[in-house]
């Protein structure tokens, strides 16, 4: 396997979509803002661990279960059509996370964000049934339409950190024509479908 190859695995794995959404939770609760110091540790590690189980390992279990039962031949998912049930269940479980977490009172962004990911991976599903979206620019999308959201609505300097996000998203995408798994008009709708998905949903829908 070339070197360019296998970085673009490395680049794919580390940025996958399962982890996506809890990353963009650490990042939030990292800030220097009023909000991270509004919610007591214990309330941070709650929200984090209901969002990794129900959007990482909750889905990983359900592919798996599913190429067992003969659903699916790859838990890659790189044929279009084997992505429609596991996008499904995804969205059903964010929405759980969602309800589990209005059962506590947390600032309106993190419920946002939880109904932001619902959304895309919705979107996602749609767009799926007749062209292949690239699922790993969505996600770097919604993260990015995030992070510029929090940015302007908690009024605080995350210009470094937003210029490692482009970074970031510009690796990722091409890692991903690299593996052929996407062409780019595939990555830069998935990308665009994400960051607009979130700064509508945040900055004019919220309010």
């Known amino acids: 396997m070339k070197i360019e190859t296998r970085i673009a695995s490395l680049l794919s794995a580390v940025l996958h979509p399962l982890v996506m959404p809890t990353l963009g939770l650490v990042i939030l609760f990292n800030l220097n803002t009023h909000l991270v110091y509004s919610l007591p540790g214990q309330a941070k590690k709650f929200i984090l661990l209901i969002v ?17 039962a003969g659903f699916i031949k790859d838990v890659m998912l790189d044929e279009r059509s084997e992505r429609m049930l596991p996008l499904l269940l995804s969205a059903v479980y964010f929405f759980i996370t969602y309800f589990l977490l209005r059962k506590v009172s947390l600032p309106s962004i993190i ?16 767009v799926t ?5 690239s699922i790993h620019m969505v996600s770097m999308g919604g993260v990015t339409g995030f ?15 937003l210029m490692i996000t482009f970074l970031a998203s510009g690796l990722l995408a091409t890692a991903r024509v690299k593996l052929n798994a996407h062409d ?7 990308y665009a479908m994400g960051v607009g998905v979130m700064l509508i949903l945040f900055l004019y829908l919220r309010g």
């Open 184 to 190: 780019l008009p595939q990555v830069f709708a998935g």
């Open 147 to 161: 992070l510029i959201s929090i940015a302007l609505l908690l009024r605080v300097d995350m210009d470094f950190l």
């Open 129 to 133: 049934y007749r062209w292949k979206i």
């Open 52 to 68: 990794f189980v129900n959007s990482a390992i909750a889905p990983i279990i359900s592919i798996l279960l599913l190429k067992k």
């Open 111 to 126: 419920y946002f964000y939880i109904i932001g990911a619902a959304l895309l991976v919705l979107l996602s599903l749609l």
